[in-house]
């Protein structure tokens, strides 16, 4: 009797721990997103320049959109209520269209008399965003951040469209564009099946990015479609 009465105790207390265990965030029901991940990037770069600008009304179309790639990582971590801090890093490389005609002496690139050239920049971003995340499911969820991104150029140069182009100004960040850029980023972007992701972010240029003493001002925005896999 008494064994029985044991067994039945046993069993009990079994039974609480598991139900209590299913009612817990640490239950293997939780949603995937709770815990700190990594996540690896890749993207596709939209280069959007805007206008040189001379004087206090003077305005310059030098440069149009081009494309590029960046891969890099991000750190993603929860404070609880949906909140979360992401920093990363990632590596680029990216162009612009360059087709404008030079033989005003003003113009940032000088002397040349015709340009039809694109230009290529290697450099390196590191995004530092905050954001919240709306849980669908537990292994689905939508997240939407924004915060400041510090850009640094590594090189870059300007190249004709002619077969075996060659470079037409050497290396602008020695004198044309300023090697670092700050700007404020805004993004959403989809987690599922625990670790993949897809997004879409827009970069707004906040650094006056000439360094040519006739030009006031330039800057340069970037809208990025990326995608990912967490772990």
């Not at 139900?19 to 997103?33: H, K, L, V």
């Not at 951040?145 to 590594?154: I, K, M, N, R």
């Not at 997004?199 to 990326?226: C, E, I, P």
Request: net charge negative.
């Amino acid at each position: 009797m008494k064994a029985k009465v044991l067994t039945a105790a046993l069993a009990a207390v079994a039974l609480t721990s598991v139900t209590a265990a299913a009612q817990s965030p640490a239950y293997s029901e939780e949603y995937a997103y709770d815990n700190p991940f990594w996540g690896l990037r890749a993207s596709l770069d939209v280069s959007c320049p805007g206008k040189w600008k001379f004087g206090s009304d003077n305005k310059i179309k030098i440069f149009g959109p081009g494309a590029g790639v960046a891969l890099g990582a991000v750190y993603n971590h929860p404070f609880g209520g949906g909140l979360y801090v992401e920093p990363g890093v990632s590596f680029f490389y990216d162009t612009m269209d360059a087709e404008f005609d030079t033989s005003d002496s003003d113009t940032p690139v000088g002397s040349l008399d015709r340009i039809d050239a694109w230009v290529g920049t290697w450099g390196m971003r590191v995004p530092v965003m905050v954001g919240y995340r709306i849980d669908f499911t537990p292994t689905t969820a939508l997240f939407l951040s924004t915060g400041p991104q510090l850009e640094v150029g590594f090189t870059a140069h300007l190249t004709d469209d002619m077969p075996g182009g060659s470079s037409l100004a050497g290396e602008l960040y020695d004198t044309l564009f300023r090697r670092f850029d700050c700007q404020w980023k805004i993004g959403a972007g989809v987690a599922f099946g625990s670790n993949y992701y897809i997004g879409v972010d827009a970069a707004f240029g906040l650094v006056n990015l000439s360094k040519h003493s006739n030009a006031t001002s330039f800057h340069r925005n970037l809208v990025t479609f990326s995608v990912g896999y967490n772990f």
